[in-house]
């Protein structure tokens, strides 16, 4: 049989590494898939360069739609990023009936309903594994390899880059922006890192594991996102000290009033498995009613990381562009019309446990009005930590006065109690500064 036509928009860091793994393993990837896989055609800004990296045998040419438009292409890759230019190659890719590749958690996490229903009514596939996590197979895994289980929560390191910062502000003692400048300069974070830090990039992706995992349509403006920039390095200490590391995590979790799904720093015991993924690395924690909990571990970025799974999408399509499109695996797990409408619900619903840290003045009487705050408003202590604050200085006071550290961690409570508990305890005189607030997460 002929080999399946695949043309790729975008031959950027992916784009290589899905050109160079599929030439270099194309042997085992045709007795796998059935049929031989070629890319045949490329689009790029940079004729030039993405022709010297491809060879003479393929066509490269600038305009995106001319592979689109080319009859004998049967699946296109997208790896042009974003929601622009992106999504209206992709719709129209999938109007002229092809199956799409992609790597864009951006453009589903947030048109996904629209780009799905489009290519059901086409009867074509839009495969994804590349755009959660990587080299990670979790969408395989969450979507066929888990497909007996009632899904109970997901909790995943999804952001390279943010796992390599705190990983790095930890080791060292040193603080977010500082090792910012120096994740910049070794080429881990972009030179724009927003949505990297800013909690946007693993939010994306959460959003996407929790269609995936509770049958929901797509819905990245119901999530709530909190990145890592006012993390402070003392926190990470304190943590430690606690028998906790902080993670950025990308949560979703079903509960008897809906959904929740939210990215923002957590504490995490350092007895779990996930508290131990370092560096670049990426984890996900699926916890299902059959099989219990597993943990999914890799790369989750890079060229042939992100390559291995664009080219696992493509041997899929191979073999299942002939089946009957009822017969394959549905874009979200569900099938299309029996999507829930469970509610995503708001950052105020959610029950989770607390790391709080006030600094305060050292004087009798301030651990009982806050711990009697936090009582009243029926939030359970589980541990205080009294410091030494790390530097004592207040503003026009000679001497300068005596301050502390309090630590406080919670029980599990509903987060509108906490901010309201914790504007109380922020009025009070001797709370001397900003209180730090920072989620925690058992994963037992
Ligand atoms: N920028 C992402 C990360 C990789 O740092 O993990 C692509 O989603």
Request: proline share 3%.
């Given at each position: 049989?002929?080999?399946i036509?695949?043309?790729?928009?975008?031959?950027?860091?992916?784009?290589?590494?899905?050109?160079?793994?599929?030439?270099?393993?194309?042997?085992?990837?045709?007795?796998?898939?059935?049929?031989?896989?070629e890319?045949?055609?490329?689009?790029?800004?940079?004729?030039?360069?993405?022709?010297?990296?491809?060879?003479?045998?393929?066509?490269?040419?600038?305009d995106?739609?001319?592979?689109?438009?080319?009859?004998?292409?049967?699946?296109?890759?997208?790896?042009?990023?974003?929601?622009?230019?992106?999504?209206?190659?992709?719709?129209?890719?999938i109007?002229?009936?092809?199956?799409?590749?992609?790597?864009?958690?951006?453009?589903?996490?947030?048109?996904?309903?629209?780009?799905?229903?489009?290519?059901s009514?086409?009867?074509?596939?839009?495969?994804?594994?590349?755009?959660v996590?990587?080299?990670?197979?979790?969408?395989?895994?969450l979507?066929?390899?888990?497909?007996?289980?009632?899904i109970?929560?997901?909790?995943?390191?999804?952001?390279?880059?943010?796992?390599?910062?705190?990983?790095?502000?930890?080791?060292?003692?040193?603080?977010?922006?500082?090792v910012?400048?120096?994740?910049?300069?070794?080429?881990?974070?972009?030179?724009?890192?927003?949505?990297?830090?800013?909690?946007?990039?693993a939010?994306?992706?959460?959003?996407?594991?929790?269609?995936?995992?509770?049958g929901?349509?797509?819905?990245?403006d119901?999530?709530y996102?909190?990145?890592?920039?006012?993390?402070?390095?003392?926190?990470?200490?304190?943590?430690?000290?606690?028998?906790?590391?902080?993670?950025?995590?990308?949560?979703?979790?079903?509960?008897a009033?809906?959904?929740e799904?939210?990215?923002?720093?957590?504490?995490?015991?350092?007895?779990?498995?996930?508290?131990?993924?370092?560096?670049?690395?990426?984890?996900?924690?699926?916890?299902?009613?059959?099989?219990?909990?597993?943990?999914y571990?890799?790369?989750?970025?890079?060229?042939?990381?992100?390559?291995?799974?664009?080219?696992a999408?493509?041997?899929?399509i191979?073999r299942?562009?002939?089946?009957?499109?009822?017969?394959?695996?549905?874009?979200?797990?569900?099938?299309?019309?029996?999507?829930?409408?469970?509610?995503?619900?708001?950052?105020?619903?959610?029950?989770?446990?607390?790391?709080?840290?006030?600094?305060?003045?050292?004087?009798?009487?301030?651990?009982?009005?806050?711990?009697?705050?936090?009582?009243?408003?029926?939030?359970?202590?589980?541990?205080?930590?009294?410091?030494?604050?790390?530097?004592v200085v207040?503003?026009?006071?000679?001497?300068?006065?005596?301050?502390t550290?309090?630590?406080?961690?919670?029980?599990?409570?509903?987060e509108?109690n906490?901010?309201?508990?914790?504007?109380?305890?922020?009025?009070?005189p001797?709370?001397l500064?900003?209180i730090?607030?920072?989620?925690?997460?058992?994963?037992a």
């Open positions: 049989m002929k080999p036509q695949v043309g790729l928009l975008g031959m950027g860091v992916v784009g290589s590494g899905t050109f160079n793994v599929l030439r270099r393993n194309q042997e085992e990837i045709k007795r796998r898939a059935g049929r031989g896989i890319i045949t055609m490329v689009a790029d800004l940079d004729v030039v360069r993405a022709q010297s990296l491809v060879g003479e045998g393929v066509k490269v040419v600038s995106a739609r001319a592979v689109i438009a080319n009859p004998d292409i049967d699946i296109v890759i997208e790896l042009i990023g974003g929601y622009g230019i992106a999504k209206s190659l992709m719709l129209e890719a109007a002229a009936g092809k199956h799409v590749v992609t790597a864009n958690k951006a453009l589903l996490a947030v048109h996904g309903t629209e780009i799905f229903a489009a290519a009514d086409k009867g074509v596939m839009v495969a994804f594994e590349a755009a996590a990587g080299g990670i197979p979790i969408i395989k895994a979507r066929e390899g888990l497909t007996a289980n009632r109970q929560w997901i909790a995943g390191i999804i952001n390279g880059t943010t796992n390599f910062i705190l990983s790095e502000m930890r080791e060292k003692g040193l603080d977010f922006s500082v910012l400048k120096e994740a910049q300069r070794l080429g881990y974070a972009e030179a724009d890192p927003t949505f990297d830090i800013e909690g946007v990039d939010a994306h992706k959460a959003t996407i594991m929790s269609a995936i995992a509770f929901i349509p797509v819905q990245f119901k999530a996102v909190e990145g890592i920039t006012r993390l402070a390095a003392q926190d990470i200490r304190y943590a430690e000290q606690l028998g906790y590391r902080i993670k950025l995590l990308g949560i979703t979790k079903r509960v009033k809906g959904i799904l939210r990215v923002h720093p957590s504490l995490v015991p350092t007895k779990r498995l996930i508290a131990n993924v370092e560096g670049a690395m990426n984890a996900v924690m699926v916890q299902a009613d059959a099989v219990g909990t597993t943990l571990y890799g790369k989750g970025a890079g060229s042939e990381p992100t390559a291995s799974a664009v080219v999408d493509l041997v899929d191979t299942l562009h002939t089946a009957d499109a009822a017969q394959r695996v549905p874009h979200l797990a569900f099938q299309p019309n029996a999507l829930s409408d469970l509610r995503v619900l708001p950052m105020d619903e959610v029950v989770t446990s607390y790391y709080l840290r006030l600094r305060v003045a050292d004087q009798a009487g301030v651990l009982a009005k806050v711990t009697g705050i936090l009582a009243e408003a029926g939030i359970s202590i589980d541990a205080v930590l009294q410091r030494e604050a790390d530097e207040i503003e026009g006071a000679t001497p300068a006065l005596p301050q550290d309090l630590i406080i961690l919670t029980h599990d409570c509903q509108a906490m901010n309201g508990a914790l504007a109380q305890m922020q009025a009070l001797t709370v500064q900003p730090v607030r920072i989620r925690k997460e058992e994963l």
